[in-house]
């Protein structure tokens, strides 16, 4: 049987208050229990508390001000980043200018030779035409001596020669 019911058919009921005594002691127990804990352990706990809760509302501060630092520090960036781009397009674009003046200087230079090649050509194929002319006067000259001495059979003068040479050529050059 268990102890209950055993107390209560001793007792004859069950009893669930304690003597007033013990109801007494018990609450003087507990008011020097409370009473030492309101004056040494409520305010040294409301003290910790109050402690922790500053603790934590710093380093609340503390967080918002590094994370505003944050902010502040990431748009310095994007604008470092955005003057950089800047800076980058316009060396790029003035690069791009730079070459495009390097390549009309370099065209204008090779046209440049190019003309003077091309003249230096004319007077080389003008100056090569007049030596042979000048050496197909003489060949025609030696040629229509000997044909004029074929013809003549007899020598020319010097003088005969030249007038000679000089009709000849002038029909040549009338022709051509």
């Known amino acids: 049987m268990p102890f209950f019911l055993a107390?209560?058919?001793?007792?004859?009921?069950?009893?669930?208050?304690?003597?007033?005594?013990?109801l007494v002691w018990g609450l003087v127990a507990f008011l020097l229990l409370f009473g030492f804990m309101s004056k040494f352990v409520f305010p040294r706990f409301g003290t910790m508390l109050d402690e922790r809760r500053a603790e934590i509302e710093g380093k609340?501060?503390?967080?918002?001000?590094?994370?505003?630092?944050?902010?502040?520090?990431?748009?310095?960036?994007?604008?470092?980043?955005?003057?950089?781009?800047?800076?980058?397009?316009?060396?790029?674009?003035?690069?791009?200018?730079?070459?495009?003046?390097?390549?009309?200087?370099?065209?204008?230079?090779?046209?440049a030779e190019a003309a003077a090649l091309v003249e230096r050509a004319r007077t080389d194929v003008a100056g090569e035409r007049e030596r042979v002319l000048q050496e197909l006067r003489g060949q025609v000259g030696a040629i229509s001596v000997e044909l004029a001495e074929r013809i003549v059979e007899r020598e020319l003068d010097a003088a005969t020669h030249s007038a000679l040479v000089d009709e000849y050529i002038g029909r040549l050059a009338a022709r051509g």
């Open 7 to 22: 107390a209560e058919e001793a007792s004859g009921g069950i009893e669930l208050l304690p003597e007033a005594a013990e």
């Open 60 to 111: 609340i501060e503390s967080a918002d001000a590094k994370l505003v630092e944050a902010e502040e520090a990431r748009r310095g960036y994007e604008a470092s980043i955005a003057d950089a781009r800047g800076e980058a397009n316009r060396i790029v674009e003035e690069a791009r200018a730079a070459a495009e003046t390097v390549r009309a200087e370099i065209l204008s230079r090779a046209e």
